[in-house]
Nanobody, 118 residues
Framework: QVHLVESGGGSVQAGGSLRLSCAVS?????????IGWYRQAPGKQRELVAV???????NYTDSVKGRFTVSRDNAKATVYLQMNSLKPDDTAVYYC???????????WGQGTQVTVSS
C-alpha cells in the first residue's frame, strides 16, 4: 500500500511563495513513477497543475507556468512544488499522486491547504 503525505501549505499574501512537499512511502520503486501535483478549489474539480516524470521532465498547466517549479528527490521519495508569485486564484487544497488515464494510481492523501489573500 502506498501512502502520500503532503505538507508545506499555509496562508500567504499575493506575490508570496510557498514550497510544498509530497512524501511517498510504501512498497513501490518510487523512481519509476511520474508524480503530479493537483489542486482542488472550493466548488471546483480537482485539476492537475504540474507533473514530473521518472526521467525528471516537467510539464505545467498554463496558469502556473513560469511561477511554479516541480522537482523530485528519489533518494528521499519526495516531490516538491515551489510556488512563487502566488495569486488568490491559487487558493486550493494541493495533492500529489501518480497520474493515470482514468485518474490517479494511488489513494489520495489528506492534501495541504494553500490560501492566498489579496
Amino acid at each position: 500500500q502506498v501512502h502520500l503525505v503532503e505538507s508545506g501549505g499555509g496562508s500567504v499574501q499575493a506575490g508570496g511563495s510557498l514550497r510544498l512537499s509530497c512524501a511517498v512511502s510504501g512498497t513501490i520503486v518510487f523512481s519509476i513513477y511520474d508524480i503530479g501535483w493537483y489542486r482542488q478549489a472550493p466548488g471546483k474539480q480537482r485539476e492537475l497543475v504540474a507533473v514530473i516524470t521518472s526521467g525528471k521532465s516537467t510539464n505545467y498547466t498554463d496558469s502556473v507556468k513560469g511561477r511554479f517549479t516541480v522537482s523530485r528527490d528519489n533518494a528521499k521519495a519526495t516531490v516538491y512544488l515551489q510556488m512563487n508569485s502566488l495569486k488568490p486564484d491559487d487558493t486550493a487544497v494541493y495533492y500529489c499522486n501518480s497520474p493515470r488515464p482514468w485518474g490517479a494510481a494511488f489513494n489520495w492523501g489528506q492534501g495541504t491547504q494553500v490560501t492566498v489573500s489579496s
